[in-house]
């Protein structure tokens, strides 16, 4: 079983930036994932990264403001968030999968473990 805990959500205003973590226990982790739901909408893919780091993929509307990393050492994964919108506003996951495959998957659905999400909000 694996535990996934977010934090660094809060409040910015548009145009500044925060930085995510989502910190891992419980056992090894794989592939990672962190998905947002904005208010009154689904959730949505963002950001993914493989287990080894050397691979990631990007929403095509985060493209050059996101970046994701991880430290295997430190069992946490990070999200980058740059030039933030008010569009970017939600409540952001993480999750891992049980794969340690090349290329993480952005389908939610092959993700096992959820944290319980960190809230971003971007005022204009």
């Known amino acids: 079983q694996v535990q996934l805990v977010e934090s660094g959500g809060g409040l ?4 500044g930036s ?3 973590s989502c910190a891992a226990s419980g056992r090894d982790w794989y592939n990672m994932g962190w998905f947002r739901r904005a208010p009154g909408k689904e959730r949505e893919f963002a950001a993914a990264i493989s287990w080894t780091g050397g691979s990631s993929r990007y929403a095509d509307s985060l493209k050059g403001r996101f970046t994701i990393s991880r430290d295997n050492a430190k069992n946490t994964a990070y999200l980058q968030m740059n030039s933030l919108k008010p569009e970017d506003t939600g409540v952001y ?13 952005i389908n939610a659905g092959m993700y096992a473990y959820w944290g319980q999400g960190t809230q971003v909000i971007v005022s204009s």
């Open 12 to 15: 910015v205003q548009a145009g």
């Open 18 to 20: 925060l930085r995510l």
């Open 93 to 105: 996951y993480c999750a891992t999968d049980t794969a340690r495959t090349a290329v993480p998957a």
